[in-house]
């Protein structure tokens, strides 16, 4: 299967991946098709893990985040996705007071199981992992709301009107920017 790219800076980005908006947006407007060339996608993947799925210990985003710094770390996630990013990461990170550096060292070095990586969270000094604190972030990533020119930009890449039909929140656009994705490198 080809996927098409172009280079970005030093990367080579595919044309249909979204920007980290530098306004603290999780995602926004899509790349031009200029100047594309022919790349081959057979072992990057794009993380299917809902942000809005939850393991043991509760925290919404935490089993996305282990398998997109676990992708990083083999070289294997789909390019334009970062183990771990500004948005929900960075949300999870800080709540929690984990060491993103650590996060990524840890899952590097060891390739833990998801389960394995919530022991390593749990064992960690100063870690929050109190209900109140937990709850606090959860209602925060359910509560994400995208921009406006995000959002469009989501819902058009998908054939959807921005007609208010679609939940607005930034969990159920994301899973649909993932699946649209994920249509393009690996099923159209």
Known sequence: MKLERRVLGSREVPDFLFDLAANG???????????????????????????????????????????????????????????????????????LNINSDAAKKFVADSKPTYPQFEGWIRKQPGVKLDKATIHKLNVSIAGY?????????????????DDGS???????????????????????
């Open 166 to 188: 679609v939940l607005p929140d930034a969990i159920n656009l994301n899973n649909l920017d993932d699946w649209y994705e994920f249509h393009q490198a690996v099923l159209n």
């Open 145 to 161: 709301i995208h921009d406006d020119e995000t959002r469009k930009g989501i819902l058009a890449a998908s054939g959807l009107p």
């Open 25 to 95: 947006s999780l995602r926004s407007g899509r790349r031009s098709t200029d100047n594309i060339q022919q790349t081959s996608m057979s072992n990057t993947y794009v993380p299917l893990i809902s942000s809005g799925t939850a393991g043991p210990l509760g925290v919404l985003h935490l089993p996305r985040m282990w398998l997109k710094v676990s992708l990083e770390a083999r070289g294997k996630i789909a390019a334009g996705y970062p183990g771990i990013g500004k948005g929900y990461d960075a949300m999870v990170c800080a709540a």
